[in-house]
């Protein structure tokens, strides 16, 4: 326990080094590539706070990250900086949003990121695609998987125009594109661009990177749903090896692996593993994240399946409807992860005899699901069947109370 404990505090104390030393760069030079160093003056230039969040990115510190991009962007606007520099600080901007959840904000920013580029740039220019990645994944967040795909089509159609389809830059494009399949449920394709891009990442990077294993953990993910559970766990497991020895064992970029892994334990019924997981996933979304981040809900929405898979189902009812709060106040009711969050609501009120409510929460998940995706999709299918069972429990009550009028 000791030796671990040294290897955590070694580890941290590396990054705090790091962090420390690239901020005393930025902070002497103004900005690593911009030649505008800024002794004596009152407040640090754009290019230093963007340059200042970045940094704060590369550790997913995206609260710090925010308000310097936020100063960063109204420097720029205040000192009527060129368009170049302010596309750039709206582009941060709308990166840092998405991944706080704040997909409106996101969107906006995106939006005018776009509009700025096509000032700055030509038509085709790779960093048009670059954000259109962004546009594609707040599109994701928000539940909007064909237009998200409409915009990973464009920023491939850019980049093919400077790339060859093997080029390394084309790798992060396909695995978003494998990404948006896994959430439309089309598995076979979205293997197939895991696989491509693998190819080049693992020639690239190395087996080793932390990209890959980012990419592998997504993968991970994609053999759940198939339930390739071997397969899944031995892919996690590589992923958590990499990233505990980046990151340290408590950090929360590690979150979307603990989620996956707690998901392997469940489908294997160790239940307590798994809740072991998930809990320590939730305290740390929630610390470093807030509690209402979409992230925190699709936790509470895991940790709820468990607990109703496991018959805990007092511990379920205040964790679901936790669940379906956060989720319903971060990204809408119209969202497919809120319509997740209310099946599983309605799974735990027929167990529970709350049959009208178990109703009508499974007709709202369905009005949302259907509009997103087609019939075969997984989660319509579980609402389905969620309303099967409601009709055989609902319709054994009603048999019983005829027969004792």
């Known amino acids: 326990m000791n030796q671990k404990n040294e290897t955590n505090r ?65 420097l720029a606007r205040t000192k009527n900086a ?7 600080c709206v582009i941060d901007l709308a990166y840092v949003y998405d991944n706080q959840g704040r997909l409106s904000e996101a969107e906006k920013m995106c939006e005018l990121g776009l509009k700025l580029q096509q000032k700055v740039y030509y038509k085709k220019h790779p960093h048009i695609a670059y954000t259109l990645r962004i546009r594609s994944s707040i599109y994701q967040g928000q539940g909007r998987y064909r237009d998200a795909r409409l915009a990973l089509e464009r920023a491939v159609a850019i980049m093919l125009d400077s790339h060859s389809a093997d ?23 979205a293997e197939s661009y895991y696989q491509r891009a693998l190819v080049t990442i693992n020639n690239s990077y190395g087996p080793n990177h932390l990209y890959t294993a980012g990419v592998r953990c997504g993968v991970a993910r994609l ?25 340290g064992p408590d950090h929360h ?17 160790d239940y307590a593993q798994a809740e072991r997981l998930l809990q320590k996933t939730l305290l740390v979304v929630q610390k470093k994240r807030g509690s209402e981040h979409p992230l925190a809900g699709r936790v509470l929405s895991s940790l709820g399946q468990l607990y109703i898979a496991n018959k805990r189902y007092d511990k379920a009812e205040s964790v679901c409807r936790q669940a379906v709060k956060v989720l319903e106040s971060s990204l809408g009711a119209e969202n497919d992860h809120t319509a997740r969050a209310f099946n599983n609501l309605a799974r735990l009120c027929i167990h529970q005899g709350k049959y009208s409510e178990a109703r009508n929460l499974c007709q709202r998940a369905l009005k949302t699901l259907e509009k997103i995706f087609d019939q075969n999709h997984p989660n319509v299918t579980e609402v389905l069947a969620t309303m099967a069972q409601l009709d055989q429990k609902a319709g054994k009550v009603l048999e019983v109370a005829k027969a004792f009028e």
């Open 10 to 74: 070694l580890t941290q104390k590396s990054k705090t080094l790091f962090l420390v030393l690239v901020l005393g760069l930025v902070l002497l030079t103004g900005s690593i590539a911009d030649g505008e160093p800024w002794q004596g003056k009152k407040s640090p230039p754009c290019k230093t706070l963007r340059t200042m969040a970045r940094v704060y990115m590369a550790f997913g510190d995206y609260a710090k990250a925010t308000t310097l991009a936020e100063q960063a962007l109204a």
């Open 82 to 88: 060129s368009d170049s520099e302010l596309c750039l």
């Open 167 to 189: 080029d390394k830059a084309m790798a992060p494009f396909k695995v978003d594109i494998a990404e948006l399949l896994v959430a439309q449920g089309n598995f076979a394709d």
């Open 223 to 247: 053999y759940l749903l198939q339930r390739r559970y071997t397969e899944a766990e031995s892919l996690i497991n590589q992923t958590l090896v990499i990233q505990e020895k980046a990151y």
């Open 253 to 269: 970029l590690l979150a979307p692996a603990w989620l996956t892994m707690a998901r392997i334990c469940q489908a294997k019924k």
